[in-house]
């Protein structure tokens, strides 16, 4: 049978694969060979440069182009880690209320439609990531896809305290600095009512990786969620009929961090690689 999958076994949760579980139907050659099929990018941030630093904003072109600001203006905030694996270093000087982010898109046009009910287009999103801490009041995190724009001063689709998130389209997953050790999944359809956010169903360590995502069921029209390669099951579903998905909505990926009253010069969030891809 040649290299079997086991999903779920231990050895999905260390290694620094890409999550089999999720990635197993994303026909990544069809969309190479034709791309009216579908969308794929994925950045390890091996073959990246960042630009010089222009006022607070600069761009990081690799696999991935990403938009990059960086509030306070410190080059060092945003660096690339001279090692084999990798790896973007997005840090915060410790001055309460300072962005960080990097988006695609070039901040202003999104690069992934959100699926809508009924489709039947498949869609797929994973990264893996590590904080220095995960004290209260320390830092807040943002991982996933929002509209275009969003990373800006006072911004990074967080609210400048790093303990909300602002009222703008978005899916991911949110380290929250009033509750740091809770990765939260969370959704917003903006003015639409409600911004959705489920806590409990993934805790998470200081300096430690960790890979979540999340798949369509095309099926079922629900989203679900993923940790180290495994499902989080029907409780983190997200149903794409709800009026709180922000559905056939252009997207941008987007990672931020924003530092509460309590952070440190050097507190960070450390990213290995970014997946996305879509199907037409």
Same mark, same amino acid.
């Given at each position: ?37 579908? @969308?794929?990018? @994925? ?8 630009? =010089? ?5 600069? +761009? ?14 410190? /080059?060092?905030?945003?660096? !690339? ?6 790896? !973007?270093?997005? +840090? ?24 809508? =009910? ?6 797929? @999103? ?20 929002? +509209? ?41 359809? /903006?003015? =639409? ?12 360590? /200081? ?6 995502? @999340? ?11 993923? =940790? ?49 891809? +879509?199907?037409?």
């Amino acid at each position: 049978m040649g290299n079997a999958v086991k999903y779920g076994a231990a050895s999905a949760v260390t290694s620094r694969m890409p999550s089999p579980i999720i990635w197993n139907d994303c026909p990544v050659l069809d969309f190479l060979a034709d791309p009216s099929k579908g @969308f794929h990018k @994925f950045d390890d941030f091996k073959n990246s440069a960042i630009t =010089a630093l222009a006022t607070d904003t600069n +761009q990081i072109v690799g696999d991935i182009n990403w938009f990059a600001i960086s509030e306070t203006d410190t /080059a060092a905030d945003l660096v !690339l880690n001279a090692d084999d694996a990798g790896v !973007l270093q997005i +840090q915060t000087d410790g001055t309460d209320a300072d962005v960080h982010a990097i988006t695609t898109g070039n901040n202003t046009a999104g690069i992934i439609n959100t699926p809508k =009910a009924g489709e039947a287009k498949k869609f797929w @999103f994973e990264a893996r990531f590590k904080v220095n801490t995960i004290t209260d009041a320390d830092i807040g995190v943002f991982i996933g896809l929002a +509209q275009p724009g969003e990373a800006k001063d006072a911004g990074g689709v967080m609210g400048a305290d790093a303990s909300s998130m602002a009222d703008v389209d978005y899916l991911g997953f949110a380290v929250l600095s009033g509750d740091n050790d809770d990765l939260t999944i969370v959704y917003n359809e /903006a003015t =639409a009512g409600t911004a959705q956010s489920d806590t409990g169903e993934i805790t998470i360590a /200081a300096n430690t990786w960790y890979r979540v995502g @999340f798949k369509l069921n095309v099926d079922t029209d629900k989203i679900h969620v993923f =940790a180290d390669g495994v499902d989080q099951g029907s409780d983190a579903e997200i149903d794409i009929d709800s009026t709180n998905f922000p559905s056939d909505t252009d997207m941008d990926v987007i990672i931020s961090l924003v530092a509460e009253s309590g952070a440190a010069d050097g507190d960070e969030i450390e990213v290995d690689w970014v997946r996305v891809a +879509q199907e037409y």
